[in-house]
């Protein structure tokens, strides 16, 4: 635990930013904004989960951009979330459910899938942002094209 008062401010801070950053992460996926979204990362970043290995922000937006518009309409739940920060990096973990319908007049037809995230963001000039995400899908319904079951 940091000894002075600033230092303990300083992380309660720093740990607010990384909740709205991953609220911001969920949220402009959800409401299909993926330039909106990679602004998250950094310019490095790898994003690695059923997908692929993504490499640099732009690539990350592309892929999402293009795989997820099987879907007419999304939705994230990410919780239990943590994380640990040491100076101008932290760590952090965190759980997905994601729910997508291919067609939104049949609500009833619908995936969902589920996983763990872990996380490893860097403080730039424009706050905190994404350096190195891994998703692990866990579980999966109605996944018809195996999407979420490819081994990451």
Not at 35 to 41: I, L, N, R
Not at 45 to 69: P, R
Not at 92 to 101: A, K, P, S
């Amino acid at each position: 635990m940091p000894a002075s008062v600033e230092e303990r401010l300083r992380l309660i801070e720093d740990k607010l930013e990384l909740y709205d950053l991953m609220h911001d992460y969920q949220r402009l996926a959800d409401e299909r904004r993926y330039k909106d979204w990679a602004e998250c990362w950094t310019d490095d970043a790898v994003f690695e989960n059923s997908f692929g290995s993504l490499h640099g922000k732009q690539q990350i937006y592309e892929a999402c951009d293009g795989q997820m518009a099987v879907f007419q309409d999304q939705e994230h739940v990410i919780g239990n979330t943590r994380f640990r920060i040491s100076g101008d990096e932290a760590t952090g973990t965190g759980i997905v459910i994601f729910i997508g319908l291919p067609k939104v007049e049949q609500p009833g037809d619908y995936v969902m899938t589920g996983g763990h995230y872990d996380w490893r963001f860097r403080r730039t000039d424009k706050g905190w942002k994404l350096s190195y995400s891994f998703l692990r899908f866990l579980w999966s319904h109605n996944d018809r094209d195996g999407m979420f079951t490819k081994p990451t």
